[in-house]
Structures are given as C-alpha cells and as structure tokens.
C-alpha cells in the first residue's frame, strides 16, 4: 500500500498558501522579526515569526463568521484551503481528523484559582471544534508529542490508512507564539534575539514560529495508480534517546536508530535532507553526529528554521510539505542562516537555492523528552 | 558566609526536590554536578533563576553557571560579592 | 492482528490495583500527590529523580514500574522494539496551571515545571528508567475508548513488528490522578483477555 500526499496547505508570515510560501522561501524572506520584551510581557527581547492578527482575522472572515481563538481560526483556514481544489469529503464517516499541537489555546489559561474552568484549553476541546467545523463527527486524535508532533502524526496517518478504516486523514499542525512558551523556552537560555542560524558556527538558539499546516493523506494498492510527480511517505521511523528529558542525546543515539531503521530496506539514493536544525548549539551538534554516523555527511542539508522559526506543533507537518514542494519542483533550498560550519562533524549544507533532480528527501524532528522521528520522502517519477 | 551556605543549601534541596537529601549531606566542597550531587542541565537553569529571585543576580548565558555553580562554597563566595538583594 | 493484555495496572486517586486486585489504599484525606509518594516508597522504588517529575509524570513512571515488575522488560537493559503508546484528555494541564503562576506579576520562569508541560515527558521517563529506545507517541483525546488510538496500536505492532508494547490512560489533573496501562503483545491462545477498541475502558474499576 501506498501513502501519499493528497493535499496540503501552509499558513504563515510568508503567506497563505502552500505557493505564496514557497515562493518566499525561494526569495529567501523569512517572517521571523524583532520583538521588544514588553510585546508578550517576558523579560528579554527576543525574535519570532508571528501572523498578523487583522490579515488573518479578514482571511477568516470570508469563510466564517464565527468568534474563535487565533489558534482555531488558523487551522481550520489551513484545512479549508488544503481542501479548496480537491475531492476530498471533510465531513465523510472515513475521513479523519489529526490535530498535532504542543500547546494549543494555552493563551487562555488561567490560574487554578477557586475553580477556575480551563475547559476551552483542552486539547480535544480545540480538536473537535475544528473537526466539527468541517461536519466531521468522529473523535479527532490529537497527537502532542513535543517537537515531533507534526511528523509523528504523519506517520500516524500512514499506519491508519493501512488499517483500511479510513479513505483520508487530514493531518493539521499548529502552534501560536505565547507568553507561556517563549518564556519558558527563555528560562530555557534557548532562544536567540536574532534570526536563528542553523548549523553556523554563530548560532546561539532558537526563534519561535508560528504557523498552521494541513496535510492529507490518502492510499492506493499500487504506485501506478499514482500521477507522477505525486509525493509518498515511502518510509518513517520514531525513537527515543532513553538519556534525558530535555538535553538532546551527545551521542545521537535515538536519531540514529531511526535513520539506520528507514535506510535498511530499499534503495537508499536520498537527495537531500530537511533536518531539524533548531540553531541551538545541543540540537544541531546531535544531528551532525547522528547524520555522519548515518552515512549521510554528504547529503546536501537544510533546516526552514530561519525562514519560519521552530513553529512546534505544526514544524514536523509545514517542513515536510516543504520538503515535498521542494522534491516536486526540483529545488534544493538553500539553510538560511548558514554560513559557516559550527558542528564537530561537517554537514554538506545548502548555502545557495539551486535546481537539481530529486528523486527522494529524508524529514527529521527531535524534541524534548528524547524523541525523534524520521520519515522517507519519494517522489513518483515522470 | 556561614550563614549564607545553610541558606542555600536549604534552598537548593527544596527547589530541586532534593527528597531523602539533608543539608548534612551535602559538604560545602562536593561538587554539584556529575558524581556529587547528580544535578543535570535543568537544574543547572533552576539555579540561575534562584540567583535572580533571591539574591538578584542575573546570568545571561548558561556557562557562565559552570565556576559559579562547581559547589555550595563556590556559589555563596559568587553571591556575596555580587548579590544586589 | 489479535493483540492480548498479558498485565494491567491502575491508579486511581489513592489506590493501586494490578491485574484488578488492589495492591495500595492510602488514607482518604492524603491528597492525590502525596499519595503517589506513599505508593512509591510503597514499592520500595530507588529512583531519585521521581522526586522531580510532575504528578503527571509520577503517576505514569509509578503505573509503568509496577506494571513492568517481574517481567524482562524491568530494568536498565537497552529495548529497541518496545513501543509506549498513551493517551490522556488533560494533556499537561495540570503543570500548565502550574507554570503559568511562575510568569505572572512575580515574574521567575521555572524551566524545571516548564520542561513538564509537554505530556509526552512522562514517556521520557519511562524511557529513560527502563532504556526503552523504541517508538512512542503521546495522543490527547477526550475519550478513553479513541477507536483511532486503538487502530494505530494494532498497525504499529504489525509495521514495528514489536514483541510488546506498552499502552493506556495515563492522566492527571487538579489532585485527580487516573491511569490505567497495560503491557500487550500478539495473541497466542484464544484464552488470553483480548486488546480491543473498549478495553481500556472494560478494566476500569
């Protein structure tokens, strides 16, 4: 059986469509800018990559007059146009909706004080109201797996779709730049006050993004019945390090595993890789070491990072439509913020968008608690 | 300085939920990290906070943690000589 | 692919069943944290760190330790093939609520709650106590009965071609704490209680 992308959709500063975003990427923009402390009421400055609150208030308004939270509002205008030009029945008994979030609507939380209702903040709460949207009535999943949610829910919307229970899932990552998680990842000392610089010898931490990204994935029995061009999770692995809760592994350990699971079977020609690349100086010194022990130093290597920033929940899911546009369109994208190598095991990063023909990318994620995924991209040939 | 170490060692094992850990046991010499006490990163990032909230030091960077935070000895001569509160 | 539950093990609020006897009761009054130490030291468990998780955390180590005990699978000895699948409706909601105090008017960002508010940190744990390297997914649901949730477990047990796997409800939130885990493999005999889509829910008590 054959997964593939059926459909998808990218909402972020650099556009509303999987295109615009594209095509801001390949202009090399970033949507990631300057904040003074005082803009989230933290204690120091910091750079993010945050969506206009009225372009996207007058987005939604043309779909729906309904007074729903930034987070909401993004993914349910993702999924409605991922679904703009496609076949695909939302409100369908076999279609599925996947909701990968870190921390949802958590602007909204309030103190446990006398009883305080936090109801709104649930995550299966926020699900349901977009499923419902759509006339779906099956209970979504929510999949909040740090980090790796995004490509983790992917992989789960593969291992569905093989059950033959389901004819699509519609996978929607999303995450909204707070107060709660920029200082938390600040008490961290994670976050940079300039455009993060993945892999480069100055990196010094990361920016949050925000960002809504759909996915929808469907089956078929055999590749010919796939138009070429099409692009399939051909193959996937999760791990997790077993070593800290928060430190990515020295050794690599848990991201091997699954690069060295995925690469076993099948022909391994990859033609590039869309790593993590956080730019924190832990995160990417574990990829290098786990890329080099992989085989893979040579593989020519980006991360989106200093184009969207680390937009959580939704990163696994927005950097693999990416990966697979870039497939599609024969495009290595060149790792914005990259200049010089700042990792004990030289990768071969991309510094300059260039056409080439690709055939096959490797997705990676890793996130606190020691996990990492990894999923194989292929391209249908021409 | 006497005075400054009981403190801090109370404190420490209170916001590091140091259970089973009395401040008997830990020498003002024992290093905190690795074979000593067994900290880890984010107990590394807690005691910068502590520094800030009660004696209002504020590191910017994570290493500069390293010297300060190598004993309890270490930590109280580093507060006493900057401490703002 | 017919998957069995060979263990399961519950707490709920002040009490411990395994295999649906009760193994620990503690006082009434004790609120449901203090409670999760007593059931600790109960077990006669050395493990530092618990002292550190969060409630969501001790409740799914302590479900998982006591589940875990008198089988292969306890113990620092590397598993590559195990996988940890849990479910929760609250996600990290309690230490959310939690975090959310440390960055108010007394403005100190505590990275030791925040790391907790990610509800797959309990899998660390369990991960990292009894080296288990294997896939896990932490998936929020108001339900406890997700079909969906159940699905996956069957395809990733078929597509990991895992000997065990480790799933259930684990949650915990405002001094309620609720979890019920169970160790599963394929079937062998008929006889066996069978993992199906209301399990979960079948063996609560």
């Known amino acids: 059986m054959f997964i593939y992308l059926k459909s998808n959709n990218i909402i972020s500063p650099l556009g509303f469509s999987t295109e615009e975003n594209f095509t801001s990427v390949k202009s090399g923009k970033t949507g990631v800018k300057y904040y003074a402390s005082d803009t989230l009421g933290v204690s120091e400055n910091f750079c993010a990559s945050i969506i206009d609150n009225e372009l996207l208030d007058s987005k939604f308004s043309l779909i729906s007059e309904k007074k729903l939270p930034k987070f909401e509002k993004m993914a349910i205008l993702s999924v409605f146009n991922a679904t703009k030009n496609t076949s695909v029945k939302l409100s369908d008994k076999k279609t599925l909706f996947i909701l990968s979030t870190t921390k949802g609507n958590i602007e909204y939380l309030k103190e446990n004080k006398s009883n305080s209702d936090n109801s709104e903040v649930f995550l299966g709460y926020s699900a349901k109201i977009i499923a419902e949207f759509f006339g779906n009535t099956n209970e979504p999943l929510v999949i909040s797996n740090a980090c790796i949610s995004g490509l983790t829910a992917a992989i789960t919307a593969k291992r569905l779709l093989k059950t033959g229970n389901y004819d699509n899932i519609v996978v929607v990552g999303a995450d909204v730049v707070t107060k709660f998680v920029v200082s938390g990842f600040q008490s961290f000392k994670a976050l940079s006050e300039q455009t993060c610089k993945p892999f480069d010898a100055q990196r010094s931490g990361l920016n949050i993004g925000e960002a809504a990204a759909t996915a929808i994935f469907s089956a078929v029995k055999t590749e010919k019945e796939l138009a070429p061009g099409t692009i399939i999770l051909e193959n996937e692995a999760i791990t997790n390090d077993a070593n800290h809760i928060s430190g990515p592994s020295r050794t690599g350990a848990g991201l091997f595993l699954g690069l060295d699971k995925i690469l076993k079977n099948g022909d391994n020609e990859i033609s590039f890789i869309n790593a993590h690349g956080t730019a924190t100086p832990y995160n990417d010194e574990m990829e290098a070491i786990a890329f080099t022990g992989a085989g893979l130093e040579n593989v020519p290597t980006n991360s989106f990072k200093a184009y969207f920033g680390h937009t959580l929940g939704a990163a696994g899911i927005l950097e693999l439509i990416m990966s697979a546009v870039s497939l599609q369109n024969n495009l290595l994208i060149k790792s914005l913020g990259y200049e010089k190598n700042g990792v004990s095991k030289p990768l071969n990063i991309i510094t300059k968008t260039q056409e080439k023909t690709l055939n096959s990318c490797i997705k990676t994620v890793s996130g606190f608690g020691g996990c990492n995924a990894v999923g194989l991209l292929k391209k249908i040939p021409d | ?85 | 692919m017919d998957l069995s539950v060979i263990k399961y093990c519950q707490i709920k609020n002040n009490a411990c069943f395994l295999n649906g006897e009760n193994i620990f009761q503690s006082s009434e009054e004790k609120t449901a944290d203090k409670s999760l130490v007593e059931l600790y030291r109960s077990r006669k468990i050395k493990y530092p760190k618990f002292f550190k998780m969060d409630k969501l955390a001790k409740t799914g180590f302590l479900a998982v330790d006591i589940l875990l005990e008198n089988t292969e699978l306890y113990g620092t000895e590397p598993k590559y093939n195990t996988g940890i699948f849990l479910l929760n409706s609250s996600a990290s909601l309690d230490t959310d609520e939690v975090y959310l105090e440390t960055i108010g008017d007394n403005y100190f960002p505590s990275p030791s709650v925040f790391v907790y508010t990610l509800p797959n940190i309990v899998m660390g744990e369990i991960s990292i106590r009894h080296k288990f390297f294997g896939e896990n997914i932490f998936f929020v649901s108001s339900k406890k009965n997700n079909f969906a949730f159940y699905d996956y477990v069957n395809q990733a047990f078929i597509d990991n071609q895992m000997k065990y796997a480790i799933v259930g409800w684990v949650d915990y939130y405002r001094q309620k704490s609720d979890a019920l885990v169970m160790l599963i493999k394929k079937q062998d005999k008929e006889t066996e209680l069978k993992f199906e889509k209301n399990t979960i829910l079948n063996l609560y008590k």
């Open chain 2, 1 to 85: 300085m006497e005075k400054l170490i009981i403190e801090l060692k109370t404190e420490i094992i209170k916001v590091l939920n140091l259970e089973d850990i009395t401040i008997e046991d830990i020498g003002n010499d024992d290093p905190l990290f690795g074979d000593g006490l067994g900290l880890d990163s984010i107990d590394a990032l807690e005691l910068i906070v502590l520094m800030e909230k009660d004696y209002g030091i504020k590191l910017k960077d994570a290493n500069q943690g390293r010297d300060i935070f190598k004993s309890i000895l270490t930590m109280a001569e580093y507060i006493s000589k900057n401490r703002t509160i």
